[in-house]
């Protein structure tokens, strides 16, 4: 089994920060590429950011360019978003995704999600 999880969400004034964290654990042999998004009911879930398994290149949604940075500790397959300057907009529940090579035999790369944690922003 694969497990996913998320930390670090909360309830922050707008301006405030908040860093959001991510780790991959279980029957884990290799983490390609992984990222954030973030979903608020009623709509779409949207990308906010990635990364590819070095690191490099990181891609940002255009709404958080400048404000969001995201970092990765290959050796702990961990996911990291520092969110900067944040906006009631950007209250929504953020969810990491990995693609992973289970260590398990004749299980292919898939892509895991976690639960998610919530992040509220008040204005």
């Known amino acids: 089994q694969v497990q996913v999880v998320e930390s670090g969400g909360g309830l922050v004034q707008a301006g405030g920060s908040l860093t959001l964290s991510c780790v991959v654990s279980?029957?884990?042999?290799?983490?390609?590429?992984m990222g954030w998004y973030r979903q608020v009911p009623g709509r779409q879930r949207e990308l906010v950011a990635s990364?590819?398994?070095?690191?490099?290149?990181?891609y940002y949604a255009d709404f958080v360019k400048g404000r969001f940075t995201i970092s990765r500790d290959i050796g702990k397959n961990a996911l990291y978003l520092r969110m900067n300057s944040l906006k009631p907009e950007d209250t929504a529940n953020y969810s990491c995704?990995?693609?992973?090579?289970?260590?398990?035999?004749?299980?292919?790369?898939?892509?895991?999600w976690g639960q998610g944690t919530q992040v509220t922003v008040s204005s």
């Open positions: 995704n990995a693609r992973v090579k289970p260590s398990i035999p004749n299980v292919q790369w898939s892509n895991y």
């Open positions: 279980g029957s884990v042999y290799m983490v390609n590429a």
């Open positions: 990364t590819a398994n070095g690191g490099d290149p990181y």
